[in-house]
């Protein structure tokens, strides 16, 4: 079987250009970072040339109704299920150039390696990205990959809304990404996605490569605290609702419950928080908050969201402030095809790089589509302790080249060589 070793510069050159749709200059870090949310311009700007790279690269491109997007290379066998290799472009607020680019452009480097090296294979080869993945601008996460696999209805995904009220289907129609493929998509052979690590694992071990075994359980809720607005000098303090010192007590609730053990490895954050009216002489009347729990254990996630959710009762008694939550998202945990991870694992070995297995915390395109094929991952370590979700997020190019060499790779022998 041909070894591939994938074009790392233009790799390269890629992710640099990408990352400058949507770039901004952080203030907070001095960084330049990446603001791409899902369906705005940026994302339509970076679509449109990922369709063309796709082209360029000889793919047969297509759009489904939910906005992902498929490139295909033919495999000598059309009838065979494809080897489908995939990510995201949508990026947080405040993000940088790797998350879900990374397994993107790599997929397309993937197949221009294989033009370039005259490879045929038996099965069709696919690469594509999927709509709204990091869930910051509609509120659901993997919310494109949840809707090919069929864990989420479209009519339910389109008419999810942002702050301004904009609905997916309008904003899909607006950049016009609202295609006409089945968002159904046919069940892959095998799925695999390259990725950074996003944590510390990999780069402590001193290695380039993660073998992913599943993604821990995810769940986004929304709280809504109701006090009652009053004077900030003539309320006695036995007399306050008070929703900011109620919000207060849940952000150190959800840290007491990672610190105590009882919820096993929970990890709790509440990023964002507001308070109304917002006005320093007001005690505030309400509070809105998101809560994302995480948990490699869905038992154990069950019972810290029911804690919780007594928890945020109790403020009614001790506060006199009424809590009421939303549902934004919700996955189990999910353990990746111990099939694909073998065939990562091989072509590490015969690539000559060392790898590490790990869970992933963060949540993946992967982890829907393991529902409808076999799926796992690559992780590719991150530098400054892989943070992420920050113009920080940092990995280099040698890492990014072994990881895509090592999704080539495994990709080949997955669709077999012709
Ligand atoms: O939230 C996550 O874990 C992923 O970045 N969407
Ligand atoms: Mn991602
Ligand atoms: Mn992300």
New binding site residues.
């Given amino acids: 079987m041909t070894v591939i070793r994938v074009n790392r510069d233009r790799l390269w050159r890629n992710l640099m250009q990408l990352k400058e749709i949507g770039g901004y200059d952080d203030a907070a870090t001095g960084l330049r970072g990446v603001r791409r949310l899902a369906l705005t311009d940026e994302d339509a700007e970076a679509r449109r040339l990922v369709v063309s790279w796709m082209t360029e690269a000889g793919l047969t491109v297509r759009v489904d109704r939910i906005g992902n997007v498929y490139g295909e290379r033919p495999g000598e066998d059309p009838t065979l299920a494809c080897v489908l290799m995939g990510s995201h472009i949508d990026t947080v607020a405040t993000g940088g150039a790797f998350d879900g680019a990374l397994g993107v452009l790599g997929g397309i480097e993937v197949a221009r390696s294989m033009n370039e090296a005259g490879i045929r294979t038996r099965r069709p080869v696919e690469v594509g990205f999927f709509t709204e993945?990091?869930?910051v601008r509609f509120g659901t996460?993997m919310l494109g990959s949840a809707v090919a696999a069929g864990r989420l209805t479209l009519g339910h995904a389109h008419g999810l809304t942002d702050a301004g009220g904009a609905t997916v289907r309008d904003e899909l129609a607006r950049i016009g990404f609202d295609g006409p493929a089945p968002e159904a998509r046919p069940a892959p052979h095998a799925y695999i996605e390259c990725h950074i690590e996003q944590g510390p694992i990999l780069a402590s071990a001193g290695v380039d490569i993660g073998i992913v075994t599943g993604v821990q359980a995810?769940s986004w809720q929304r709280l809504t605290l109701a006090g009652e607005a009053a004077h900030a000098g003539t309320t006695p303090i036995t007399a306050r609702h008070d929703a900011g010192l109620a919000a207060a007590e849940v952000v150190v609730e959800v840290r007491r419950m990672c610190d105590c053990g009882d919820f096993g490895q929970l990890r709790g954050t509440v990023g964002s928080l507001a308070l109304a009216p917002g006005q320093t002489n007001v005690i505030p009347a309400a509070a809105v908050l998101t809560v994302d729990l995480r948990n490699p254990d869905d038992g154990l996630m069950t019972a810290a969201e029911k804690h919780l959710a007594e928890f945020a009762a109790g403020l009614a008694e001790r506060h006199g402030v009424a809590a009421t939550w939303q549902r934004m998202a919700k996955t189990a945990a999910v353990t990746f095809d111990e099939g694909v991870q073998a065939v990562i694992a091989e072509t590490a070995d015969a690539l000559g790089l060392g790898y590490v297995r790990a869970m992933s915390g963060?949540?993946h395109d992967a982890q829907e589509i393991a529902a409808i094929g076999p799926a796992a991952m690559i992780f590719v370590a991150g530098e400054n302790g892989g943070i992420s979700h920050t113009p920080r997020e940092y990995s280099n190019p040698t890492a990014c080249g072994n990881g895509t060499d090592v999704l080539a790779n495994a990709v080949l022998r997955l669709a077999g060589q012709a």
Avoid: C, N, T
Wanted: hydrophobic share 30%.
């Fill in positions: 993945e990091e869930g996460d995810i963060a949540g």
